[in-house]
C-alpha cells in the first residue's frame, strides 16, 4: 500500500521560506503513471491546490502561487519537496501531500496525513 | 477563487439519500472526483471517473454528471458519513488543478 508522509518545521517565521518534503513509501515516485502534488488547508477553510511536479521535474503550480513556489524530486530517496518562498500569515495551513493521476480521469489517489505550518511574526 | 461550487452545507436523514453537487464550466470536458474528509484526517478519495470507487468504498457512494454539474449521490446515508466533501477537477483551461468549495454534509 503506498504511503506518503510530509515532514518538515511546523513553525516559520514571517517573510522567510516554508520548506516540506514528502516520503513516498510502497511505490516509486519515477512512476510513469503519475504526478506529485502538493494542496493545502488554511484553519477551517477549504482544500487548495498548490502544485504538481512529474519525476522528470516537469511542474504545474497554482496560478495564484506560482511566483513564491519551487516543487523539486529526489528520486535517489523517493521523495518530493516544496518550497514556498516570503510567508505571511495567510500562509498559516495543513499542507498535505498527494499523488495525482495522471491519464483521464484525473484524481488524488493517496494522500499524506498532513502537517500543520504556522507562520508567525 | 474556486472554478468549482458547491452548496456549504446539506443535511440527510439517518438512512436516507443525499445528492451533493459541483457545478463549474471545466466540468463540460473533465470528470469530478470527490473527497471526504472528517474532521482533522486527511481527504479520501471516494468516486473518480465517470462512477469509480476505489476498493474499501462503501457501494451506497455513487457519482454523475451532466452538462455543468457533477454529482455525488449518499443513498442510505449512515452516521459515518457525516463529513465535508470536495470535488476536484481540472480548470477551464486544462493546465491546472482546482477544488470545489466544499459541502458539510450532516447526518440526522
Known amino acids: 500500500q503506498l504511503q506518503l508522509e510530509e515532514s518538515g518545521p511546523g513553525l516559520v517565521k514571517f517573510s522567510e521560506t516554508l520548506s516540506l518534503t514528502c516520503t513516498v513509501s510502497g511505490g516509486s515516485i519515477t512512476s510513469s503513471s503519475f504526478y506529485w502534488g502538493w494542496i493545502r488547508q488554511s484553519p477551517g477553510k477549504g482544500l487548495e491546490w498548490i502544485g504538481n511536479?512529474?519525476?522528470?521535474?516537469?511542474?504545474y503550480y497554482n496560478p495564484s502561487l506560482k511566483s513564491r513556489v519551487t516543487m523539486s524530486v529526489d528520486m535517489s530517496n523517493n521523495r518530493f519537496s516544496l518550497r514556498l518562498r516570503s510567508v505571511t500569515a495567510a500562509d498559516t495551513a495543513v499542507y498535505y501531500c498527494a499523488r495525482w493521476v495522471r491519464g483521464a480521469p484525473y484524481y488524488f489517489d493517496f494522500w499524506g496525513q498532513g502537517t500543520l505550518v504556522t507562520v508567525s511574526s | 477563487s474556486s472554478e468549482l461550487t458547491q452548496d456549504p452545507a446539506v443535511s440527510v436523514a439517518l438512512g436516507h439519500t443525499v445528492r451533493i453537487t459541483c457545478q463549474g464550466d471545466?466540468?463540460?470536458?473533465?470528470?469530478a472526483s470527490w473527497y471526504q474528509q472528517k474532521p482533522g484526517q486527511a481527504p479520501v478519495l471516494v468516486i473518480y471517473?465517470?462512477?469509480n470507487r476505489p476498493s474499501g468504498i462503501p457501494d451506497r457512494f455513487s457519482g454523475s454528471s451532466s452538462g455543468n454539474t457533477a454529482s455525488l449521490t449518499i443513498t442510505g446515508a449512515q452516521a459515518e458519513d457525516e463529513a465535508d466533501y470536495y470535488c476536484n477537477s481540472r480548470d477551464s483551461s486544462g493546465q491546472n488543478i482546482v477544488f470545489g468549495t466544499g459541502t458539510k454534509v450532516t447526518v440526522l
Open positions: 511536479i512529474y519525476f522528470s521535474g516537469v511542474t
Open positions: 471545466s466540468l463540460r470536458t473533465f470528470y
Open positions: 471517473g465517470k462512477n
